[in-house]
């Protein structure tokens, strides 16, 4: 595939348009398909709104832009579809939905068309089993903003073919984007390893340990990180991120490690999903209502030491599983949810005996068998190694 193959997108929503801008601008012709008419109009006035923002910026000429849009073609059928190296599907996150889509989808391109889904909670395997011929057929997670986050996690399922896997790391690579392969496991790398800075944080909140501003000041102060778990969770939503928790959750079959929090769940019951809401964690509507953190050094680090060590024990779990290699997993840290260095790297540097200290700890205070210690985390602490040598 080069940058005159033809790429099918499926599902004009943010992903999918994003997926579509970023191949209209490395020079495929796009062929956007949604079976909502209005979707698809809504998705044209945005890809103008973005692209003339550029434009204003000077981050784009005039000539690239139009360039760019005369490139996608937004289409009400599936016809168009037949010309297409590859397609990628960006519906719903509904498993029969999609299931259904692949199969229309496999009676009409050709035969070395590859067929990618942008899911982020549901396995490979399960939507191919609605496929025919499955080896040509992977899970390819694009972050949103998909235009500006840099990261792909590509997934292959159990029958995926190895070529299939080449191909498209080449084409995403030549979209400038980092790619990392992961195992068809719940939440890939991304969502699983990510978890515990939202959960650790609520748990932290529920105990009355440190409210919610205290807690976001600790990690953007002593920990680095771009946002706070309560500010994140209100910009992506309240909505969404518990019901990944809670989709991660089921799919390990209940382990306490992934418990959702009923904080969460309440504001999620009552409507209050954060920013689009205008109230989540914090007051958008009123921001003088918003409790200001305790800036306390010693506090906020206490807070950062527990969060992170729950956050490295995980990246460890990813690695003892066979989920990603220990590059990979650091990579997908920092350019899918933009930590300040990857999990591992970060592990290294503390030392693997001061985190396992820190989990022993919480284990011994809790009881609970969320806080049980990696076996790996455990094992290079007793050989004296470290993730990286």
């Known amino acids: 595939m080069d940058h005159h193959s033809n790429i099918g997108v499926v599902g004009a ?7 579509a801008q970023i191949a209209a601008t490395y020079g495929h012709e796009v062929y956007l398909f949604d079976a909502y008419k209005d979707q698809l109009k809504k998705a044209e006035q945005e890809f103008l709104k973005i692209l003339n923002r550029q434009v204003t910026k000077d981050r784009m000429t005039q000539k690239k832009m139009d360039d760019i849009l005369h490139r996608i073609h937004f289409v009400d059928h599936l016809k ?22 692949f199969a229309r989808l496999e009676g009409i391109v050709k035969r070395s068309c590859i067929l990618a889904t942008n899911t982020s909670s549901l396995s490979i395997a399960s939507i191919s089993s609605a496929l ?17 986050m840099n990261l792909v996690e590509i997934i292959p399922g159990i029958s995926t073919s190895n070529r299939v896997v080449e191909k498209v790391q080449k084409l995403t690579k030549s979209w400038e984007k980092k790619t990392v392969t992961a195992k068809d496991t719940p939440g890939f790398i991304v969502n699983r390893v990510a978890r515990p800075f939202y959960g650790e944080a609520l748990r932290i909140y529920e105990e009355g340990i440190a409210d919610i ?46 418990k959702p929090s009923f904080v969460q769940k309440r504001l999620v019951e009552a409507g209050k ?13 009123d921001p003088s209502k918003n409790p200001k ?44 949810v933009n930590y300040p260095k ?48």
């Not at 954060?274 to 958008?284: E, W």
């Not at 990246?315 to 003892?320: K, M, P, S």
């Open 13 to 19: 929503g943010t992903m999918g348009s994003g997926i």
């Open 80 to 101: 168009n579809f037949s010309d297409c190296e590859i397609v990628f599907e960006a519906i719903i996150e509904n498993l029969q939905a999609k299931k259904d889509q």
């Open 132 to 148: 025919n011929k499955p080896g040509r057929f992977l899970g390819v997670h694009f972050f949103n903003p998909a235009p500006v």
């Open 213 to 258: 501003a205290t807690i976001d000041w600790a990690m953007k102060e002593c920990g680095e990180f771009k946002m706070g778990p309560f500010e994140l969770m209100d910009l992506v939503g309240n909505d969404v991120n518990y019901e990944v928790t809670e989709t991660i959750f089921k799919e390990f079959y209940y382990d306490p490690r992934f």
């Open 273 to 285: 999903y954060g920013k689009k809401t205008g109230i989540g964690f914090y007051n958008y509507q």
């Open 293 to 336: 953190p305790t800036k306390d050094k010693k506090v906020g680090q206490n807070l950062l030491n527990r969060i992170l060590a729950m956050l490295i024990n995980e990246a460890a779990d990813a690695v003892f599983m066979n989920v990603a290699t220990i590059e990979d997993i650091d990579l997908a840290m920092k350019n899918g």
């Open 342 to 389: 990857g999990l591992l790297e970060w592990a290294d540097e503390i030392g693997l005996n001061v985190v396992l200290n820190r989990m022993e700890f919480l284990q011994a205070k809790y009881g609970e068998d969320r806080y049980r210690p990696n076996p790996l985390l455990k094992q290079k602490v007793a050989n004296g190694e470290q993730f990286y040598e």
